[in-house]
């Protein structure tokens, strides 16, 4: 008989003096556990009058980890003890410094473009580790160009370039208004902004603003949704229908690869589940319909002389 306990070291179990004491020893073997943290495996020989007791005691298995950057550093304890306004003052000069740096820095990017010629600004992107015509570089060029105005109010700005470059693109006029009713130019964001670059869009062309997908070679300007579960019908209609769209549009669809994979593989099964239950029709070429165009040059069978 084998019985496995999980228990924690110290385990004492009984000796064979003390389980002639008393009649329940004798019965049962006695055995102290505190904290769980061993494995312990008794073996128990039950045709022995005495009941001879083996443990065994193997270790739990512990699971580890590496031990993170943060966990390895020792809290500072050296630190000299100030007063709340004084930790916010230190974080507003942090922040006030880092949109200090995002403007030189991207002051350094707009100057760069104004100055070197087209192969050597192609370089410096290089360089710095970005592709000449990313649209980061673009937006750093954009952040460069308006260096004058902002940083006049650098304590007022976010401290994300993004963000900063978002309020390079609101209405000039807007922006003198802001600062005239003393806003903070980082307070700026939500709906408020969005409505201010609205009224700075380009809508003389229409691919502007559209985001570019470079696999597609194309602008995404729309999603094409289903609205209600569909099936194998539903699928070739709605194929025919965007095939037809795009052989008269300038219009490309792009299918969801997975979509394609299953629809495939529903086509084999059903091509395999046909051949099984031939009914006649299936594997009849001459009564397919191939569409208006197809049946004027293939010869079909009439509706009545398909049902003969």
């Known amino acids: 008989m084998e019985n496995t306990i999980n228990a924690n070291a110290p385990v004492n179990t009984t000796s064979e003096s003390a389980a002639t004491a008393s009649p329940e020893a004798n019965r049962i073997p006695s055995i102290n556990l505190s904290n769980i943290n061993a494995k312990i495996k008794l073996v128990a020989d039950e045709v022995a009058s005495d009941q001879a007791i083996k443990a065994n005691v193997q270790p739990a298995v512990v699971y580890s980890h590496e031990v993170s950057l943060e966990r390895a550093m020792e809290d500072d304890t050296s630190l000299a003890k100030h007063d709340r306004p004084h930790y916010v003052q230190a974080f507003k000069v942090g922040m006030e410094k880092t949109a200090r740096a995002t403007l030189e820095t991207c002051r350094v990017v707009f100057e760069a473009s104004r100055v070197l010629d087209e192969y050597e600004f192609n370089k410096f992107c290089q360089d710095i580790g970005f592709k000449d015509l990313s649209s980061t570089i673009r937006k750093f060029i954009a952040i460069g ?164």
């Open 145 to 308: 160009k308006v260096y004058p105005r902002f940083i006049q109010h650098v304590d007022h700005l976010p401290h994300t370039w993004t963000n900063i470059y978002l309020l390079t693109q609101i209405p000039a006029e807007a922006f003198e208004q802001l600062l005239k009713r003393g806003r903070q130019l980082k307070e700026i964001k939500g709906k408020e902004l969005s409505n201010l670059l609205l009224r700075t869009k380009d809508v003389s062309d229409l691919n502007h603003g559209l985001p570019y997908d470079k696999e597609a070679i194309g602008h995404a300007f729309g999603k094409v949704l289903f609205t209600r579960r569909i099936d194998d019908v539903d699928w070739r209609a709605m194929e025919k229908a965007l095939n037809e769209i795009q052989a008269r549009l300038p219009i490309k669809f792009v299918i969801n690869s997975e979509l394609l994979l299953m629809v495939e593989q529903r086509k084999n099964q059903r091509y395999s589940q046909s051949k099984k239950h031939f009914t006649g029709i299936e594997f009849t070429p001459e009564a397919w319909d191939y569409g208006d165009e197809g049946n004027a040059v293939q010869e079909r069978l009439e509706p009545e002389e398909e049902a003969v």
